[in-house]
């Protein structure tokens, strides 16, 4: 599939009652752990579904990184950074031991052996100097973590296993989104964060449209896409231009929205997931 580069958005003073949602979203998201973190994998649906976690949390270690490091006051981001690595440890190992998944398993030992070192360089202090080389890091362990999941994909042999791969990686996309704009409010990796921002806005409108087409979609499904599609419209307008917030308002109405984004999508990936295992 190929994706165009789309123009962004001015920034525009949000509503208050948007900001108000953005708040609690942004207090809720993470506070219980994802029902597929803790559990024994069931189906292979459950699988590529966690995998494709994988590949979310990834990015959003980097982000709340970068976010200690821009809002040092604030607690948020150190809360985020913790729960995002235990579940990341928590799915590893339970995709480790999931024994369908045996053929495939040195890359999983491929994306352990690469996460101890990201693992210890994000638990550091948050400077600037090491959130240069957490920025390349993070971009490594995140192309192994995507290479497992495509290999689940066709272990699965399904097409129902595509769109899941397809959805989850839009989890990927809010979170990395998120990343590069905060990487370039810190002012790290400025070239490669601007150009990733603009390809990543770009994919994530497309795959949105595509997934809303699907065959296989039910009328919960595409009802939660629309969802999501309200929300990417809002944090689109939180890019580039004329900015009429505070940074730091900004910073809090961007990163909120892409939470958003994230959970609305985390809810339509295990929606695809249960069709793999009907």
């Not at 649906?45 to 809002?71: T, V, W």
């Not at 990487?183 to 994530?204: F, I, S």
């Not at 961007?254 to 009907?278: E, F, H, I, R, S």
Request: glycine fraction near 6%; aromatic fraction near 8%; hydrophobic fraction near 40%.
């Amino acid at each position: 599939m190929l994706f165009r580069k789309s123009p962004l958005k001015v920034l525009t003073t949000g509503t208050s009652r948007a900001l108000t949602i953005i708040t609690l979203l942004t207090t809720s998201l993470f506070t219980v752990a994802s029902p597929f973190s803790s559990a024994e994998i069931h189906s292979m649906g459950e699988a590529i579904n966690i995998a494709g976690r994988q590949r979310m949390l990834s990015q959003r270690i980097a982000q709340s990184y970068f976010l200690k490091g821009l809002k040092p006051d604030s607690q948020r981001g150190e809360t985020q950074l913790q729960r995002a690595i235990n579940e990341f440890e928590r799915n590893l190992e339970n995709l480790k031991n999931y024994a369908p998944a045996a053929p495939i398993k040195s890359q999983i030992l491929t994306v352990e052996a690469l996460w101890r070192p990201y693992k210890e360089l994000a638990l550091s202090p948050a400077y600037k100097g090491s959130a240069e080389i957490l920025f390349e890091q993070s971009n490594i362990i995140l192309n192994q973590a995507h290479l497992y999941v495509s290999q689940l994909e066709k272990l699965s042999g399904t097409s129902k296993g595509e769109i899941i791969n397809l959805s989850g990686r839009q989890r990927m996309l809010s979170q990395r989104i998120a990343k590069n704009f905060l990487a370039l409010r810190w002012g790290v990796q400025d070239a490669k964060a601007t150009e990733l921002l603009y390809e990543d806005l770009a994919e994530y409108e497309n795959v949105l449209s595509y997934l809303s087409e699907s065959e296989l979609n039910t009328p919960d499904i595409n009802t939660q896409l629309s969802k999501v599609k309200g929300q990417f419209k809002y944090a689109s307008k939180g890019f580039d231009g004329a900015m009429s917030l505070s940074e730091q308002r900004l910073i809090h109405v961007v990163t909120g929205t892409t939470d958003a984004m994230l959970q609305g999508m985390n809810v339509v990936t295990g929606q695809y997931a249960a069709l793999l295992t009907d």
